[in-house]
């Protein structure tokens, strides 16, 4: 399996940003999706993550609030609709997959199998 994220770029304090991950070779609809993001210098943080079902999902605390997950199975494609960014949300996005979530959903690095190649935020003032 495949995945690709893309829609990152440059955008000023308060703006918003939404990215996309495409997945392929394989049923998107078996995977649970997770976004994460590693800032410069820092390790590699949980932002948000939807299961299979798109009934269960997770938010990291700094992102509550202003960050929305979806997924859209006629795509193959799952989203992260960013509001309200800030400087501490510059970083670069990956997006992960995991087949081995039946039901849930995980907010653990680890448990991902696939991981797409990231897309970098810059968030500026």
């Known amino acids: 399996v495949q995945l690709q994220a893309f829609g990152g770029g440059l955008v000023q304090t308060g703006g918003s940003l939404r990215l996309a991950c495409v997945v392929s070779?394989?049923?998107?609809?078996?995977?649970?999706m997770g976004w994460f993001r590693q800032a410069p210098g820092k390790e590699r943080e949980f932002v948000a993550a939807?299961?299979?079902?798109?009934?269960?999902?997770y938010y990291g605390d700094s992102v509550k609030g202003r960050f929305t997950i979806t997924r859209d199975a006629a795509k193959n494609t799952v989203y992260l609709q960013m509001r309200d960014l800030k400087s501490e949300d510059t970083a670069v996005y990956y997006c992960?997959?995991?087949?081995?979530?039946?039901?849930?959903?995980?907010?653990?690095?680890?448990?991902?199998?696939?991981w797409g190649q990231g897309t970098l935020v810059t968030v500026s003032s």
């Open positions: 939807m299961s299979r079902d798109g009934v269960t999902v």
């Open positions: 070779g394989d049923t998107f609809s078996d995977y649970a």
């Open positions: 992960g997959a995991d087949r081995r979530n039946r039901r849930g959903v995980s907010t653990v690095e680890i448990t991902y199998e696939y």
